[in-house]
């Protein structure tokens, strides 16, 4: 499993013209799945989330958790992030989850982090998705968690 996570003022994804989901200040999440994972990779990597202190203190030093701030989270699927360029020019998605196994660990992540009761906003899996944010930083962060190791 991989996330994107993006420290955010705003954000909102657009599919076909249309706003479907908004957050003020939180995190932006653009999320992938391997072939191999479970959920046990997500409860990693909520946790992780959830509990990064990546905002500012009263003293501007990064102190604080998305839950601290009572941040909000606009999570994005994203099968790409799993694109394999080493042969070629066209990118392989031979590691990513197929579209029936990827929508359902997606919809477990953002029910686990739902019970955080943090306001989680979504687009729309699979759809063709614009998304719009102030990166406030920018604070861009990768976490990756495998069946056999994290990182």
């Given at each position: 499993?991989?996330?994107?996570?993006?420290?955010?003022k705003?954000?909102?994804?657009?599919v076909d013209d249309k706003i479907v989901g908004s957050?003020?200040?939180?995190?932006?999440l653009l999320v992938g799945f391997a072939i191999n994972d479970t959920i046990k990779e997500i409860?990693?990597?909520?946790?992780?989330i959830v509990n990064l202190?990546?905002?500012?203190?009263?003293?501007?030093?990064?102190?604080?958790?998305?839950l601290d701030i009572n941040g909000e989270i606009l999570s994005i699927s994203q099968f790409t992030l799993y694109a394999d360029t080493?042969?070629?020019?066209?990118?392989?998605?031979?590691?990513?989850l197929?579209?029936?196994g990827a929508i359902k660990l997606y919809e477990e992540f953002n029910n686990r982090l739902a019970k955080y009761k943090i306001k989680i906003a979504?687009?729309?899996?699979?759809?063709?998705?614009?998304?719009?944010?102030t990166n406030d930083g920018p604070i861009t962060i990768i976490l990756e968690k495998n069946n056999d190791s994290d990182s």
């Open positions: 499993m991989k996330v994107i996570i993006q420290r955010s705003k954000a909102n994804v657009t957050i003020n200040q939180g995190l932006v409860d990693y990597i909520v946790d992780k202190r990546i905002f500012d203190d009263e003293k501007g030093i990064m102190n604080k958790s998305v080493k042969k070629g020019r066209r990118p392989s998605y031979i590691n990513a197929n579209s029936n979504t687009g729309i899996f699979g759809a063709n998705m614009q998304v719009s944010l």
